[in-house]
């Protein structure tokens, strides 16, 4: 049975959709944002959450990290802070992790299904987003992208997922997933360096696998990209307790890149992963044109993707 109704996450209004076996919880301001998701077979909570009562907001162009930091959020169009590369927007200065994630968002149900949108700041795009139940287990996103300017429109999208793990959750890629490229790191790494994937080394130049989640002892903390275009787009988490799996499907003919940031108490104290789908990788579209790769949606045209959350 199929619900759909209001209700409050914090200090903030929220929208919850929950049948028999998922339960999902939504705040249209900020973010459009999944704040929740609970598998209710098993009463786990798949997505990390903050201790503190009160939602921590921040305002158009603030600091990500310094806001609540949790559930998961659209980054849009950048991940990475930094200055619009091309005419007619060139130098337009694009915000940390992108626009939409600190914006409300107009919001709508209706038939079983949320249906989000919300327009740009800086540049003249219409983002939207609809969810619903694709299935007894699964939540379905469907994205469309509007340019309403009068020329085209490079940008990055990326789902910023932050999962809770427990010790030894492993990480399941598609198979031609071999080679990665580390971009973030708290080990004695270059940006840039390519690895095999999943074997890394650690600070000691020992091998380990970065498949599965070490204790919270080893203080990791490494975001790295696959470097090939994904064949089949998905990522799927599958944890030592319970049975629990969740896994995360992606449109790869539109979101063909996956990033991943493994953190095992190395950062903010926290012991959580982030699966990243993303259209391209080095979290700024400038760089990512620079690595042979753009996700661009043409003046007057849609671009449109969708993810898939099973548990």
């Not at 999902?24 to 798949?46: M, N, Q, R, W």
């Not at 979290?283 to 044109?289: G, I, K, L, V």
């Not at 790769?293 to 045209?301: E, F, L, P, T, Y």
Request: glycine share 10%; hydrophobic share 35%.
């Amino acid at each position: 049975m199929e619900e759909l109704r209001d209700s409050q996450y914090k200090n903030k209004a929220s929208i919850v959709l929950e049948n028999d076996w998922l339960r999902a919880e939504f705040t249209p301001d900020p973010g459009g944002k999944l704040v929740s998701l609970i598998g209710k077979e098993h009463g786990y909570e798949f997505l990390v959450q903050r201790p503190w009562e009160t939602y921590r907001d921040q305002p158009f162009g603030g600091d990500y990290i310094a806001g609540e930091c949790s559930g998961f959020d659209d980054m849009f169009p950048t991940i990475d802070g930094c200055a619009y590369h091309k005419d007619p927007w060139k130098g337009v200065q694009m915000a940390d992790h992108g626009e939409v994630w600190s914006l409300p968002w107009d919001v709508e149900t209706q038939e079983g299904a949320i249906h989000f949108s919300v327009p740009g700041v800086c540049f003249p795009y219409l983002l939207q987003k609809q969810v619903q139940f694709a299935g007894e287990r699964t939540l379905r996103f469907s994205y469309t992208l509007v340019n309403n300017g009068p020329a085209d429109f490079d940008f990055l999208w990326a789902g910023h997922f932050m999962l809770n793990i427990e010790v030894g959750t492993q990480v399941l890629v598609p198979d031609d997933c071999k080679q990665v490229v580390s971009i973030l790191t708290n080990a004695d790494r270059e940006y840039g360096e390519q690895m095999a994937w999943p074997m890394f080394k650690d600070e000691g130049g020992k091998f380990y696998r970065a498949d599965i989640s070490r204790p919270e002892s080893s203080n990791g903390f490494e975001k790295y990209y696959f470097t090939n275009r994904l064949s089949n787009g998905w990522c799927e988490l599958r944890y030592p307790k319970g049975d629990k799996r969740i896994r995360i499907g992606f449109s790869e003919e539109t979101v063909p890149y996956l990033g991943i940031l493994m953190n095992e108490n190395g950062w903010d104290g926290l012991y959580n992963i982030f699966v990243e789908p993303c259209t391209v990788c080095y979290d700024r579209p400038d760089s990512a044109e620079k690595h042979g790769q753009v996700s661009r949606v043409k003046a007057g045209d849609r671009y449109t993707w969708a993810v898939d959350l099973t548990i």
